[in-house]
């Protein structure tokens, strides 16, 4: 049977309006509507989606269970909430926002410390001599266990913290954090610096797909389109469309267009009358105008391109190679 895509999108929170926005500049709009239980909404242009509005952590849960074929989630969640994630999901894509790093930080007091090596120092002498183990304070336990063992720190134990973890240290409930940081104003204000070599992972809302959903034929057709979308849209926005119309404008003209201004020419040669389009980043692209019109060219027309569907679909192919 075929049942629809469900695309896992952050009901609240900071990634909830750039994942909006990341769809809209795909050409893709959200929609919300308040079912029985929880919130389920549509995607306007592509067949067969079903919208599920979760929190951020809450979708990499959905995606690890199969639940959901496709979300928008932080990659912390995902390497935190999912144990073996390359297993279960699959990031298809890094999305260019909700950048954040997942950071061991230390009282700027801590002169002594500064790389992870003088933390292990730091903790053992301290197990030593008070007799008991420093305290990390995080709410992400796993990646905190995974990175301390790959640096052989031992003596330490984790203090869960579901909020205000800065404060720990000067609270005397920890005396060093596990957290994500991207400003660093509020490690600032807690008088905590970060370790050194102490960057656990450097994160950002990916879109990631679920590799235990059920891929029927149907959210196969609708995830290749959606995606189709993303790829065609990113290709697009980052080239202009260039077109003229002279009489000396050949083949030769194009190739070195092409050759010193990174355009290329998707439609090949001019037509006989010296009509050509081409496609420019827009770095270059005053330079190419002033070139055409230096060759003969009496107007060149400059203008955004909403998308540029390629043959190839290499999100999707990606996907594809992981389903089967
Ligand atoms: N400065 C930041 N503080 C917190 N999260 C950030 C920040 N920048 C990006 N993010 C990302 O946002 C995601 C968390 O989103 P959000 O806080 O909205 O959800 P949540 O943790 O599920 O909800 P809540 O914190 O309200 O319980 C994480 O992937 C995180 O890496
Ligand atoms: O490096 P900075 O730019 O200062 O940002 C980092 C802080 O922002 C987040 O807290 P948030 O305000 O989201 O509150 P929360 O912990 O309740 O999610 C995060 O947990 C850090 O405390
Ligand atoms: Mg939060």
């Known amino acids: 049977?075929?049942?629809?895509?469900?695309?896992?999108?952050?009901?609240?929170?900071?990634?909830?309006?750039?994942?909006?926005?990341?769809?809209?500049?795909?050409?893709?709009n959200l929609t919300q509507s308040r079912g029985a239980r929880d919130y389920r909404g549509t995607l306007t242009g592509v067949?067969?989606?079903?919208?599920?509005?979760?929190?951020?952590?809450?979708?990499?849960?959905?995606?690890?269970?199969?639940?959901?074929?496709?979300?928008?989630?932080g990659e912390d969640l995902v390497r935190e909430s999912i144990p073996d994630a390359d297993a279960k999901v699959l990031l298809v894509e890094g999305l260019g926002f909700g950048h954040a790093n997942v950071v061991v930080a230390v009282p700027q007091a801590w002169i002594d410390v500064r790389t992870m090596r003088d933390l292990d120092d730091v903790a053992t002498h301290f197990h030593a001599t008070r007799g008991?183990?420093?305290?990390?304070?995080?709410?992400y336990l796993n990646l905190t266990r995974g990175f301390f063992a790959r640096h052989?720190?031992?003596?330490?134990?984790?203090?869960?913290?579901?909020?205000?973890?800065?404060?720990?240290?000067?609270?005397?409930?920890?005396?060093?954090?596990?957290?994500?940081?991207?400003?660093?104003?509020?490690l600032a204000a807690n008088?905590?610096?970060?370790?050194?070599?102490?960057?656990?992972?450097?994160?950002?809302?990916?879109?990631?797909?679920?590799?235990n959903a059920d891929w029927n034929p149907g959210a196969r057709a609708a995830a290749r389109a959606l995606l189709d979308r993303v790829t065609s849209a990113k290709l697009a926005?980052?080239?202009?469309?260039?077109?003229?119309?002279?009489?000396?404008?050949?083949?030769?003209?194009?190739?070195?267009?092409?050759?010193?201004?990174?355009?290329?020419?998707p439609f090949g040669a001019p037509t006989s009358?010296?009509?050509?389009?081409?496609?420019?980043?827009?770095?270059?692209?005053?330079?190419?105008?002033?070139?055409?019109?230096?060759?003969?060219?009496?107007?060149?027309?400059?203008?955004?391109?909403d998308y540029v569907f390629a043959a190839s679909n290499p999100l999707y192919a990606k996907l594809e190679e992981k389903i089967g």
């Open 191 to 211: 008088a905590l610096k970060v370790v050194e070599d102490g960057v656990i992972l450097r994160s950002e809302a990916n879109l990631v797909a679920s590799l």
């Open 237 to 265: 926005a980052t080239m202009r469309e260039v077109k003229t119309r002279f009489v000396a404008c050949d083949g030769a003209v194009v190739e070195e267009a092409v050759r010193r201004f990174r355009a290329s020419a």
């Open 152 to 186: 052989g720190i031992v003596d330490y134990r984790i203090v869960e913290s579901l909020g205000a973890t800065e404060g720990t240290p000067a609270a005397g409930t920890a005396e060093l954090i596990v957290d994500i940081t991207t400003t660093g104003s509020t």
């Open 1 to 28: 049977m075929n049942t629809p895509l469900i695309v896992a999108v952050p009901s609240k929170g900071r990634l909830q309006e750039n994942a909006g926005a990341f769809f809209g500049r795909a050409g893709m």
């Open 132 to 139: 008991r183990r420093v305290r990390v304070a995080t709410k």
């Open 47 to 73: 067949e067969g989606v079903e919208i599920a509005y979760l929190s951020a952590s809450e979708i990499a849960s959905q995606l690890a269970a199969g639940a959901v074929h496709l979300g928008v989630t």
């Open 273 to 305: 009358s010296g009509m050509v389009t081409l496609h420019c980043p827009p770095d270059t692209l005053h330079a190419l105008a002033v070139f055409l019109r230096e060759k003969g060219a009496a107007t060149v027309s400059v203008g955004p391109l």
